[in-house]
């Protein structure tokens, strides 16, 4: 997964991040890029460090992207910044039957 402020982008592990290309969102190893990119797997977020996005940036980020509803299923998923284990608020999701 690529994301920042504008959206997120996700895709198979296999496919690298910075080949990932899309309007606003763009991922490179360096301060050029514009997205944070992370890997979605059992249950865990683990998002990769940004030169140029503070912390408090990217967990503000990453708890508007998991309130979104048609992401409510990764609510419950641990969130890493660095290896650090982050907090990150969300609504309660909604179980329709």
Known sequence: MIFNDSGAAFFSASIQHRTVKLFGLSYDDSPKGNALAAIVTDG??????????????????????????????????????????MEIR????????
Not at 64 to 76: H, K, T, V
Not at 90 to 97: A, W
Request: aromatic letters at 4%; hydrophobic letters at 35%.
């Open 44 to 85: 865990r977020i683990e998002i990769r460090k940004h030169p140029s996005i503070s912390e408090g940036r990217v967990k503000a980020i990453i708890q508007a992207l998991l309130n979104c509803s048609d992401l409510s299923a990764l609510r419950g998923f641990s969130v890493t910044y660095q290896g650090k284990k």
């Open 90 to 97: 969300t609504l309660p999701s909604v179980h329709l039957e």
